[in-house]
């Protein structure tokens, strides 16, 4: 089953989840919430990034921290600025196309201070962040996504309230809503005047609902920041995990991940049919497990990719597949035990260990095609 000429195989990360020594909203809320030194990728990039060439990836996600780049309101630390230029640059040198997230649910301790997104200046604000870094690497980057997974974030930080900054509202969740759209419309603007040619986008968590959950939940999670933005967005970000049906609560599906999450690749096929109204080109930006005896991953990324082949043959614009993640790392709220990575990581020694999983990839990547 081949792909089409030129599609990009990667892998994704965030800064916080990996880098280590970074202080912003997430650290300050306490422990459980700290990520200390996370996977030190801060400063072991070059060898994660070496892993990830040999795996014959041709492209990488990441994002970068804005509590580094701004950790003072208005001061731009030109330190931090250099740090992420070699970090783009030893992309570059590997033939590794960054996809750059601008805003992956971390901000720097002052802007909570100043209410956050709920400051009707917050767009204004992320704007002067993405004018600083797009001017400085506008050479070095084509591909940025301004939001990873606005509809998880509102969700876990302002309805639930179990993230911080720990809001409980429907009504405050639809004014961040509000705000992080503006944002978005804003940085697309300000990206497409520094770099004309740049491709501009979010990741958005898309889950394929069934049954009675299906028309409600579809609309308002998978499309309401997609519908939003429509007339702003050069692709669509795909962040794809799990089906969700009221029936999975009753039967308990035998296939799920460490984390419980049932595994429906079938799911990412539906979801993919879903975005075409767009005619948007599509990049996979997440699509993983936690598997912590890699007994399920390699199955695992060739049923959904399987699926996704099933999508383009069809006729979707699918252009990428970004698996979720490089390496383990820290998985927000439930700390460092589920393991995603195809690289296990040894917390106390920090060495990098390839898991199976790691070398089909590797074979995918190299040949751009899934052998039946």
């Not at 080109?281 to 990719?305: C, M, Q, S, V, W």
Request: a positive charge.
């Amino acid at each position: 089953m081949k792909f089409p000429e030129n599609f990009y195989w990667g892998t994704a990360a965030s800064a916080y989840q990996v880098e280590g020594g970074i202080r912003n909203n997430w650290s300050e809320a306490g422990e459980k919430f700290d990520a200390g030194n996370a996977c030190d990728h801060y400063n072991r990039y070059a060898e994660d990034f070496d892993l990830a060439k040999s795996m014959n990836n041709n492209a990488h996600r990441l994002s970068i921290e804005w509590a580094r780049i701004e950790p003072v309101e208005g001061m731009f630390n030109q330190v931090e600025i250099e740090h992420y230029r070699n970090v783009l640059l030893a992309l570059q040198k590997r033939g590794l196309e960054p996809f750059v997230t601008l805003y992956h649910w971390t901000y720097p301790v002052w802007f909570g201070e100043k209410g956050h997104w709920l400051n009707i200046g917050a767009p204004q604000y992320f704007a002067r962040f993405v004018e600083k870094i797009v001017g400085e690497y506008k050479n070095l980057v084509k591909f940025w996504v301004t939001v990873n997974e606005p509809n998880i974030y509102t969700a876990h930080s302002f309805l639930r309230g179990n993230w911080p900054p720990f809001k409980k509202s429907f009504f405050v969740t639809q004014q961040v809503v509000r705000a992080l759209i503006e944002s978005h419309k804003q940085s697309y603007k300000l990206i497409h005047k520094i770099v004309p040619g740049a491709q501009v986008g979010i990741a958005n968590n898309n889950t394929n609902f069934k049954g009675i959950l299906k028309y409600f939940s579809d609309d308002y999670w998978n499309h309401q920041f997609f519908r939003a933005i429509e007339h702003h967005q050069d692709f669509l970000g795909l962040n794809y995990y799990f089906s969700n049906s009221i029936f999975d609560v009753v039967l308990r599906p035998r296939e799920k991940s460490d984390l419980n999450w049932k595994i429906e690749p079938k799911g990412i096929y539906s979801v993919l049919k879903g975005l075409k109204r767009y005619n948007k080109p599509i990049y996979i930006t997440e699509n993983g497990l936690a598997d912590a005896r890699d007994e399920k991953r390699a199955k695992f990324i060739i049923d959904h990719l399987n699926w996704t082949h099933k999508a383009i043959a069809e006729g979707i614009d699918v252009r990428g597949y970004f698996y979720w993640s490089l390496l383990d790392n820290f998985e927000w709220d439930k700390g460092f035990e589920p393991r995603f990575g195809l690289v296990e990581v040894d917390y106390k020694t920090q060495k990098r260990i390839p898991r199976p999983s790691s070398k089909v990839y590797a074979e995918i990547c190299k040949n751009n095609c899934i052998k039946i």
